[in-house]
């Protein structure tokens, strides 16, 4: 059983950072034999993998026809994000004031890996890192319902940011508002965790505004 979740993590990661980066582009029929064969791994595992992502909104399952990667729907993005913002105001602020020593440890490495990745301009790289925090913040509030109910977010949003963040988006601000968020956690700062995060959804916010402007700006 162990094997088997470690093959369903594996493909999982994978392809949802195929998705996310449109070499999966949104709707596209997927063939769970020709993801195994792409990737090497059993037809089991990409099944689950793939029943997964469709829990986060990435994949559409439809009954006797197949699966399909989800279109992006931009005012639904900002739906999510109202969501988002309560969210992750809360697990920042958790996070700061429960984090262990190890975790602290790896929010500063990814601070690090953040602002290294902007200077560079590495989007892959910082699409990598985000992830990185998503998964971390989540461990570290120590909230199990949160967690639980962030995740269905986080794979929508890091690829609207990649389909978008060429026109729209200030790749830098957005590693340092990152930044910030994973220093304010290490340092135990709860209230600038809190604010941290929220400027970092206030930036979010205006991205997908600007992404879609005159179209659904306010």
């Not at 029929?29 to 791994?41: C, D, H, M, S, W």
């Not at 699966?67 to 996070?95: C, D, F, G």
């Not at 490495?109 to 990745?117: E, T, Y």
Request: charge should be positive; proline fraction near 3%.
């Amino acid at each position: 059983m162990g094997a088997r979740e470690s093959l369903t993590d594996k493909a999982y990661k994978q392809l949802e950072e195929m998705i996310v980066t449109l070499q999966l582009e949104p709707g596209a029929v997927l063939a769970e034999l020709e993801l195994g064969e792409r990737l090497q791994i059993g037809r089991t595992p990409i099944r689950e993998a793939l029943h997964r992502l469709a829990g986060e909104g990435l994949v559409l399952i439809l009954p006797r026809k197949g699966m399909l990667v989800t279109e992006i729907n931009p005012s639904k993005q900002l739906l999510l994000l109202e969501v988002r913002r309560e969210l992750e105001r809360l697990m920042a602020r958790t996070a700061a004031l429960r984090s262990t020593d190890a975790e602290r440890k790896e929010f500063r490495r990814i601070a690090k890996g953040m602002q290294q990745a902007a200077g560079k301009n590495d989007d892959v790289k910082f699409m990598r890192h985000d992830s990185e925090l998503n998964v971390l913040l989540a461990q570290a509030s120590h909230n199990e319902y949160a967690a639980r109910a962030i995740q269905s977010t986080q794979g929508l949003s890091r690829r609207f940011w990649y389909v978008h963040y060429k026109q729209a988006a200030d790749m830098p601000l957005c590693a340092r508002l990152h930044a910030e968020l994973a220093k304010r956690i290490a340092d135990g700062d709860a209230g600038g965790a809190a604010e941290a995060s929220d400027r970092l959804v206030d930036y979010v916010e205006n991205f997908t505004r600007l992404a879609f402007s005159p179209r659904i700006a306010a």
